[in-house]
């Protein structure tokens, strides 16, 4: 059992990925993932050959820092989708590599912040990876005039606090709604050979 911390920021993977807002970073149980490089992430997730190269050969902490990215090891990373989205993984190496990790942890943990209330507040038992999502791929700044539009909405229709399944509904629809006018589409690719 290896309790070692790899990393200093799980919560972004070496390759982009958020994983923060995954959907087993929010898991109970022994498949919780600790996050990339994160306590035990070597007793419960697979070995990364990213993570290897990255971090434990060369010391970063994102592939953002390393003088040969993007490199064969990131080809096509960001064409599909695995339990979680890689869709805005280059979008956020980019945003490392321009503004630095601490610039980037801040507004991660923003967004970490907004989906732990969704999960908290709006979770029936069946959101938690559509949550994960659109916290993941819609904008920053949106996100928290959005949710709070949401729950002015729920509250306006006179949806009981504790009625977790309307709530859901309402907001899933509003959050489909406003990504669909972004051209985003809130789901996972599968890989298309």
């Avoid at 911390?5 to 972004?12: G, N």
């Avoid at 980019?94 to 967004?111: C, D, S, V, W």
């Avoid at 006179?158 to 809130?186: F, H, Q, T, V, W």
């Amino acid at each position: 059992m290896e309790n070692s911390i790899i990393k200093k920021f799980p919560t972004i993977a070496c390759c982009g990925i958020d994983c923060g807002l995954c959907p087993t970073y929010y898991t109970n149980g022994p498949s919780k993932c600790p996050g990339c490089g994160g306590p035990n992430f070597s007793d419960k997730h697979p070995s990364c050959s990213i993570l290897t190269c990255c971090t434990k050969n060369n010391g970063f902490e994102t592939c953002a820092d390393c003088d040969n990215y993007p490199c064969e090891k990131l080809k096509n990373w960001d064409k599909a989708d695995s339990f979680v989205t890689h869709k805005v993984s280059f979008q956020n190496l980019y945003e490392i590599k321009q503004n630095g990790i601490t610039n980037f942890i801040e507004k991660q943990i923003l967004r970490i912040k907004i989906l732990e209330m969704l999960l908290d507040s709006f979770n029936e038992g069946r959101s938690k990876s559509f949550f994960c999502l659109a916290t993941t791929l819609l904008p920053i700044n949106d996100l928290n005039n959005f949710v709070n539009k949401a729950k002015k909405n729920i509250e306006e229709k006179g949806i009981s606090p504790e009625d977790i399944r309307s709530k859901a509904k309402i907001i899933r629809e509003m959050l489909n709604n406003y990504a669909k006018n972004m051209n985003i589409e809130i789901k996972l690719r599968k890989n298309v050979k």
